[in-house]
T-cell receptor, first 117, second 111 residues
Framework: DADVTQTPRNRITKTGKRIMLECSQT?????MYWYRQDPGLGLQLIYYSFDVKDINKGEISDGYSVSRQAQAKFSLSLESAIPNQTALYFC????????????????FGEGSRLTVL | QKEVEQNSGPLSVPEGAIASLNCTYSDRGSQSFFWYRQYSGKSPELIMF????GDKEDGRFTAQLNKASQYVSLLIRDSQPSDSATYLCAVSNTGFQKLVFGTGTRLLVSP
């Protein structure tokens, strides 16, 4: 089983619908992230969370909200989806930067492809 | 100015050649530097990370960091068709709070 699991993997929806993308992890990491990837634009940070009570906006948070339900779960919501939110969404985790052995590496889920018609 | 800049490519090299991928960053306080490989439709996977100025080698891959010039590069020796992918440069901001990614360089290795 994957260490970082995203559901659904693919979703087609209509403009105005509410959509939730879920992420769960078994790595025991405190830090969780949601990124969006569009062709030619790389990975853009939407929201990130360093623990259950900590939520931070990233570069492109408008139109999105998140919930950190537990250390292992971090969900992304689109309250009213619009076509330009069509993209590939990645959840990622990392260990808090303590000690020399922590590389700061991000561990990614397999991605959720969202299409908004 | 983008925080992390890469040439989008594609960079085309023949099999067996050295591929050289480059990245510049704007935050002088950046601490950690990463190269991720991403196949089409798949999630990024870590290839190399580097903290200190100079070179770091791992098999066919060498990462080079020059903090004074705010420049990171990745060399791939003996390139293989299976190396064909998009290579993402990522930089950890001051305080290690988050990674900022470049737009990626697409590498094509022809047999």
């Amino acid at each position: 089983d994957a260490d970082v699991t995203q559901t659904p993997r693919n979703r087609i929806t209509k403009t105005g619908k509410r959509i939730m993308l879920e992420c769960s992890q078994t790595k025991g990491h405190d830090r969780m992230y949601w990124y969006r990837q569009d062709p030619g634009l790389g990975l853009q940070l939407i929201y990130y969370s360093f623990d259950v009570k900590d939520i931070n906006k990233g570069e492109i948070s408008d139109g999105y909200s998140v919930s950190r339900q537990a250390q292992a779960k971090f969900s992304l919501s689109l309250e009213s989806a619009i076509p330009n939110q069509t993209a590939l969404y990645f959840c990622a985790t990392s260990d808090a930067h303590t000690g020399e052995k922590n590389t700061g590496e991000l561990f990614f889920g397999e991605g959720s492809r969202l299409t908004v018609l | 100015q983008k925080e992390v800049e890469q040439n989008s490519g594609p960079l085309s090299v023949p099999e067996g050649a050295i591929a050289s991928l480059n990245c510049t960053y704007s935050d002088r306080g950046s601490q950690s530097f990463f190269w991720y490989r991403q196949y089409s439709g798949k999630s990024p996977e870590l290839i190399m990370f580097i903290y200190s100025n100079g070179d770091k080698e791992d098999g066919r891959f060498t990462a080079q960091l020059n903090k004074a010039s705010q420049y990171v590069s990745l060399l791939i020796r003996d390139s293989q068709p299976s190396d064909s992918a998009t290579y993402l440069c990522a930089v950890s901001n001051t305080g290690f709070q988050k990674l900022v990614f470049g737009t990626g360089t697409r590498l094509l290795v022809s047999p």
